[in-house]
């Protein structure tokens, strides 16, 4: 199972938007809306930002949103902030009851 | 509070083995299927295995199978990860993650890790 292919850094300055997209395969993030995306700033466990493609746990500010068309899921971070500044990762359930991650995008805030 | 607690990781000589434990609290630990994911000093995330609730379902990844080896007694609310034949490319923070529900496919509560160095 390869990772996901994920664009190895995005930047953008305060206020701007940035999105990261996410490229599997019909195996995976083609097959399912089971696609969630993970924060991890440096020296921290990840962080679950977005599940089913485009839900938000309780407590993710509304900047963050998700979606997906065909075999790439993408994360858009509206309004960015400096706090937002880390590495993102997907993952998607697969075809095979398995899971796969992205290969992570690091967001760099200007 | 909902939480995980890794222990059990270490440096360990290529070819030894070592058993990660997960502790959980806050939550009905039965109720949740469980993950360990991985990730290498610099590198990404890697996802490793799960178990089900009820423990009778077991998943891995390919390359992986035969070497780890995931289980849960729910009566501990704690999870393992039997490793053996340890290699040098094993070296990496585990961490211990709840599956929120199956059909989500996604990974809400994180454990802070343990590292598993493999080196001689």
Redesign the interface.
Known sequence: ?S?LTQPPSVSGSPGQSVTISCTGTISDVGN?N???W?Q?PPGT????MI??VSKR?SGVPDRFSGSKSGNTASLTISGLQAEDEA?Y?C???TTS????????TKVTVL | EVQLLESGGGLVQPGGSLRLSCAASGFTFSSYAM?W?RQAPGK????VA?VSGNGESL????YLKGRFAISRDNSKKTQYLQMNSLRVEDTALY?CAKV?EW??????I????TMVTVSS
Not at chain 1, 97 to 104: A, N, R, W
Not at chain 2, 110 to 113: E, F, H
Request: aromatic share 26%.
């Open positions: 199972q990772a399912y089971r696609v969630s993970y991890q466990a990840p962080k679950l599940y089913e746990p590495d990762y993952s998607s359930y009851s398995t899971y796969v991650f992205g290969s992570g | 993950s994911v990404g995330l890697e996802w799960s998943y891995y990844v390919d961490y929120t059909s989500t496919g996604a990974f809400d994180w454990g802070q890790g």
